[in-house]
Nanobody
């Protein structure tokens, strides 16, 4: 059974940094894609960053240069380093995974989801 567990969220002031982690288990596919998504109250879920088996990445335009997605396969962990945080980054952040080729920021292609971690950014 695939499990994704996020951690690292919490309150932060604008301009600050956070690193989110997503520990995965039961996920043994040779080819895969993993992503970070966020959902603010009253808004649709949007893709923030994705990374595939080969380390190819995609980013939401508004986070380029501020956020970095990475993975440690030895630890089965996905990360999202978030720098220069802005109040508009406030949201619940989710980790997601899918098997096979094909990767990106469309949430509908992902099969597995974590429970989310809250990131409130104050001005």
């Amino acid at each position: 059974q695939v499990q994704l567990v996020e951690s690292g969220g919490g309150s932060v002031q604008a301009g600050g940094s956070l690193r989110l982690s997503c520990a995965r288990s039961g996920f043994t596919y040779s080819f895969y894609c993993m992503g970070w998504f966020r959902q603010a109250p009253g808004k649709e879920r949007e893709g923030v960053a994705s990374i595939n088996t080969f380390g190819d990445t995609n980013y939401l335009d508004s986070v380029k240069g501020r956020f970095t997605i990475s993975q440690d396969n030895a630890k089965n962990t996905l990360y999202l380093q978030m720098n220069s945080l802005k109040p508009e980054d406030t949201a619940m952040y989710y980790c997601a995974a899918k098997s096979g080729t094909g990767c990106g920021l469309n949430p509908y292609i992902y099969n597995y989801w974590g429970q989310g971690t809250q990131v409130p950014v104050s001005s």
